[in-house]
């Protein structure tokens, strides 16, 4: 007969695929502020609203998974974005360098 998992082995289970499901949405969350930041044809207020928008939720979701390099970087452009300040280029570099530090396989896979 095969033993049963713990509840700390489910619990811990269940906290790596919500943590592989942040890891994917974040990644596609930076890829879609590279592309509002290329994109000029666009009104600048909706590009920046949308900024903002994924700025804003970026910053509290890595909170919540305990991630404070993306939080801080995530927050620092959405102040950023709400200040009006006109490069936020080296804001998102800032912020894409957070999510290649913290975000790697290793440290999604193992917690550290």
């Known amino acids: 007969m ?3 998992p ?3 082995d489910l619990i811990d289970a269940k906290l790596r695929t919500l943590t592989e499901k942040f890891r994917t949405s974040t990644l596609g969350d ?3 502020l590279h592309e509002i930041v290329r994109d000029t044809d666009s009104e600048v207020g909706p590009r920046r609203d949308g900024m903002r928008r994924i ?7 890595a909170g919540t998974f305990g991630f404070p390099k ?3 970087a995530a927050a620092e452009l959405e102040d950023a974005i709400v200040a009006g300040q006109e490069d936020l280029e080296g804001l998102l570099q800032r912020l894409t360098a957070a999510v290649e530090s913290e975000l790697t396989t290793e440290t999604v896979t193992t917690g550290g």
């Open 2 to 4: 095969t033993a049963q």
């Open 6 to 8: 713990s509840k700390t």
């Open 30 to 32: 930076i890829e879609r």
């Open 55 to 61: 700025a804003h939720s970026l910053a509290g979701r």
């Open 70 to 72: 993306i939080t801080a």
